[in-house]
């Protein structure tokens, strides 16, 4: 594996929260970004999207493409990035392997697009050597106060999720997202 270029962790309380950070990065993806989303069942992999989504700009009614493999989500000229890249959001969490993967063709719309694979640890790598590995992990009975994304500190909210990000590759060299507005 190549060395990571940066990693930066962030910690959300709510569903909101978590599509607000997902919102903020969404606005500094490029098209033939690739980000690989892991985390259990639960964890707020399809939700992270939602907000991605937003933050490109494209037709809005993510949901997880799990039965369907791939959803392509168009950019929007009357969204929040006109003219930006679409979203190919795959879920891999049914894929037996990379092969299996290949299969899907994601290699036609990689550099048009920003392609986000769910489960696709293990199993994506080989379509670039630049991405953006996001994990998300739920906290649950969390007790102590954590400051969150936003910089409030709340422990009541079942809903605490840590959210790492790895950026692998040359694409990633400049490209902080600790410097996101």
Do not use: C
Request: proline share 5%; aromatic share 4%; hydrophobic share 40%.
């Amino acid at each position: 594996m190549t060395a990571p270029v940066w990693r930066r962790e962030w910690v959300t309380a709510s569903a909101g929260q978590t599509q607000a950070l997902a919102r903020r990065i969404g606005r500094a993806l490029r098209a033939g970004d690739v980000l690989l989303l892991s985390g259990g069942l639960g964890a707020g992999k399809t939700t992270f999207t939602q907000g991605l989504g937003e933050g490109l700009g494209v037709r809005p009614g993510i949901i997880s493409p799990t039965f369907v493999l791939v959803r392509i989500h168009p950019n929007l000229a009357t969204g929040s990035r006109p003219g930006g890249p679409d979203l190919v959001h795959v879920d891999a969490y049914r894929l037996g392997s990379a092969a299996e993967l290949a299969d899907l063709d994601l290699d036609s719309s990689l550099d048009d697009a920003v392609t986000v694979i769910e489960w696709g640890e293990g199993m994506a790598e080989e379509l670039s050597e630049s991405r953006l590995v996001i994990t998300l992990d739920r906290a649950v009975g969390t007790a102590a106060p954590l400051t969150t994304a936003d910089g409030t500190d709340d422990a009541d909210d079942e809903e605490l999720r840590t959210i790492t990000a790895v950026a692998v590759g040359p694409h990633w060299v400049g490209r902080d997202l600790e410097l996101l507005p």
